[in-house]
């Protein structure tokens, strides 16, 4: 799935955050990478280790994980749907009140990260099925006028956020 041009998603920080990616990248490719490098940091990490948060106040390691697998799942909703001409205004989320609600520190790390590993199969199936006219597709998205491709990309995006976070505040505590 090629790069979403600018008109498929606001001209807002948020948004450009998320899609500072090379415009001529794969975005399978680069799922799949980050697969790797998630796996990589997650799965050597001891119970104890995943239940470290940085700082009073922050999510674990292990909350973070959800909130990325809580992310992409919202993400691929919005994706599907709009690929799937929903004309509602899909809703926004507020990420701390998800967290609030999720339970993953009553889950175990590998609990965990298997959500996250049949998360991100599925995101790739899905986003793997969009034709072009799907993944061409405008809705509309936390009152946000934005595109399939946009919302796949976003996935991406948002993990790459979050992994630049992990390698600055959680990983210099391991060193």
Not at 7 to 32: G, S
Not at 85 to 108: I, V
Not at 116 to 143: C, D, P
Not at 146 to 170: D, F, P
């Amino acid at each position: 799935m090629h790069f979403p041009a600018n008109y498929e998603y606001p001209n807002a920080p948020y948004f450009a955050e998320y899609l500072q990616f090379d415009t001529e990248a794969n975005l399978l490719q680069v799922l799949d990478q980050q697969t790797k490098q998630i796996l990589a940091i997650y799965e050597p990490l001891t119970e104890h280790e995943a239940n470290f948060a940085y700082a009073a106040g922050k999510w674990s390691f292990k909350q973070l994980l959800g909130h990325i697998v809580d992310s992409e799942r919202i993400f691929a909703y919005r994706a599907l749907a709009i690929s799937r001409g929903e004309a509602q205004s899909l809703p926004g989320f507020d990420e701390n009140e998800y967290m609030d609600q999720a339970g993953y520190e009553n889950q175990s790390a590998e609990e965990v990260l298997v959500q996250y590993k049949t998360t991100r199969a599925a995101t790739i199936s899905l986003i793997q099925s969009f034709t072009l006219t799907q993944g061409n597709a405008m809705g509309l998205a936390n009152g946000h006028k934005i595109s399939t491709r946009a919302l796949s990309w976003m996935i991406a995006g948002h993990e790459k956020h979050h992994y630049n976070v992990i390698q600055a505040r959680y990983l210099p505590h391991f060193s």
